[in-house]
């Protein structure tokens, strides 16, 4: 795909602003991308930088990175460190999520990008690139932690806008790329059908370190099977709240264990947390 890149500002809304949520709502319709400065604290921003320098170190050191174009990506954050489990339930990035998906979501993923020197642009997609077509609407949302300034030399993601609008999967070719500007402990928000991708890194020493949210409503196959790849140990110290984000609860009837619990049999409730106990069928046939 080529493109021509523009050194575009997007509108940027300072998170100090009162009318915050409504201003990031109309640029999400609008443009399909939302930009919030002034998210993160500083110190927040040393520790989040300090945790995900020492597992990109660690991963590099015992050949378990993964780099893709010259990118080095962190999977599962929340299974390796517990300071970015704090992340998922977000304020801010929980609301600007809600603006698109509504209030029933699901966190599909969440992963650390760093840009590094010399790599390679990323060939634009959409994030639910494998959903059929038309879009009608956003089925995914993407919320990016910025931990160091993104800027037009050193990786910013690159997105068409007003993509969203197109609500198609198929190459947009020769349209023009604005570059995401914003400062370090920015929230950026970008609709599902939102074409981007990340930037060349054109520095010679600077790394763009960022964090990727990505959301999912409550039908959609999470990216990460959290039920899975996290331990016992961290599934048991979640909050009812993370517990629904990671999609371990049952929504509409969807995601139950040994069906639905028996409590709910005379009434219409479809939505809450599944029976933890184990099928009494199995002690029966022993």
Partial sequence: MSQNQAVTHLDIVPYSNAQWRDLCKANL??????VCSGVIRSDDLNELRSHIDELTNWERVNKEAWFSHGNQRVFNLIAKDPIFLDLIEHPVANQMVEM??????????????????????????????????????????????????????????????NSHLEGIGSDISNCETTTVIAPAGSLVCMDGRLWHGTGNNRTKTCKRRALFAYFC??????????????????????????????????????????????????????????????????????
């Fill in 100 to 161: 698109v998906l509504g209030l029933d979501f699901l966190l599909s993923s969440i992963t650390a990008n760093v840009a590094l020197p010399g790599n390679s642009a990323q060939q634009l997609h959409a994030d639910q690139g494998y959903l059929p077509e038309p879009w009608m609407r956003a089925e995914v949302v993407n919320v990016i932690f910025l931990l160091d300034d993104f800027t037009n030399e050193n990786g910013a993601t690159q997105i068409i806008q």
């Fill in 29 to 34: 319709d609008k443009d399909g991308i939302a």
């Fill in 217 to 286: 409503r409550p039908y959609i196959r999470q990216q990460e099977n959290f039920s899975r790849s996290l331990s016992n140990s961290i599934i048991g110290e979640l909050s009812t709240r993370q517990k629904t984000l990671l999609g371990m609860d049952i929504w509409k009837g969807l995601g139950s264990v040994n069906g639905l619990p028996v409590s709910w049999m005379d009434g219409r409730v479809r939505i809450g947390p599944a029976d933890p106990r184990p099928p009494k069928w199995r002690s029966y046939r022993k």
